[in-house]
């Protein structure tokens, strides 16, 4: 399978400040999606991309396809302590059907 | 917001039994898929079905079966479950259009005793 590596692996952050992440592969991508996933729970579609250099907002949420289409990138602004979670990325070839999934980024936010 | 529903949310079993896990969604959709995670783990592909009739194996070898008899149901099943089998099992939908999101359930965590 095509590996999507995710970074950082993890973030402590303090309560208001922004963070971002990446997610990067060797491989050529026409869909990046972003998931956030609570424990215990199946993960939750933050964002969707579909064109290179497409820049995406949810909220405080801002996601980004990279132009090469290798990357993704997604940004939290001003974090809150519900922002805590993992963030995965997920990817789809252009010749492929099936969606591969990053290594995912622990974020902990500290009031 | 994601119509997709999975049945048991947990599961405790001992060795040996026969598990099937329950999946099903309301959107219509033709693509499911199931996902295999482990705690804090990336999602692994164990199975999709691009419709009724159409299974496919995934990325990640699996023990379990799975079939689609309906375009709502995709439910999977385990004749014999081992220890190894512990693990959170997510199923996913997706629409079969252009720009294709794909949404999932809140999974079914599996203990295997």
């Known amino acids: 399978g095509q590996q999507l590596n995710q970074s950082p692996q993890s973030m402590f952050i303090q309560e208001g400040e922004d963070v971002s992440m990446n997610c990067t592969s060797s491989?050529?991508?026409?869909?990046w999606l972003w998931y956030k996933q609570d424990p215990g729970e199946g993960p939750v579609l933050l964002i969707a991309?579909?064109?290179?250099?497409e820049l995406t907002s949810n909220g405080r949420l801002t996601a980004q396809f990279g132009i090469t289409r290798k990357d993704s990138f997604l940004n939290i602004s001003a974090s809150i302590p519900s922002d805590v979670g993992i963030y995965f990325c997920?990817?789809?070839?252009?010749?492929?059907?099936?969606?591969?999934f990053g290594t995912g980024t622990s974020l902990t936010v500290i009031p | 917001e994601a119509d997709i529903y999975q049945t048991p949310r947990y599961l405790v079993i001992g060795t040996g039994k026969k598990i099937t896990l329950e999946c099903s969604q309301t959107?219509?959709?033709?693509?499911m898929y199931w996902y295999q995670q482990d705690p804090g783990m990336e999602l692994h592909l164990i199975h999709y079905?691009?419709?009724?009739?159409?299974?496919e194996k995934g990325d990640l070898s699996s023990e379990s079966t799975v079939s689609r008899i309906r375009t709502e149901h995709f439910p999977l099943t385990l004749e014999s479950a081992r220890p190894s089998h512990t693990s959170q099992y997510l199923c996913?939908?997706?629409?079969?259009?252009?720009?294709?999101?794909?949404?999932f359930g809140s999974g079914t965590q599996l203990s295997v005793l």
């Open positions: 491989s050529i991508f026409n869909t």
């Open positions: 991309l579909y064109k290179a250099g």
């Open positions: 079905s691009y419709g009724v009739n159409s299974t």
């Open positions: 997920a990817g789809q070839l252009v010749t492929g059907n099936q969606f591969y």
């Open positions: 996913a939908s997706s629409d079969f259009q252009v720009n294709e999101k794909l949404f």
């Open positions: 959107m219509g959709h033709d693509k």
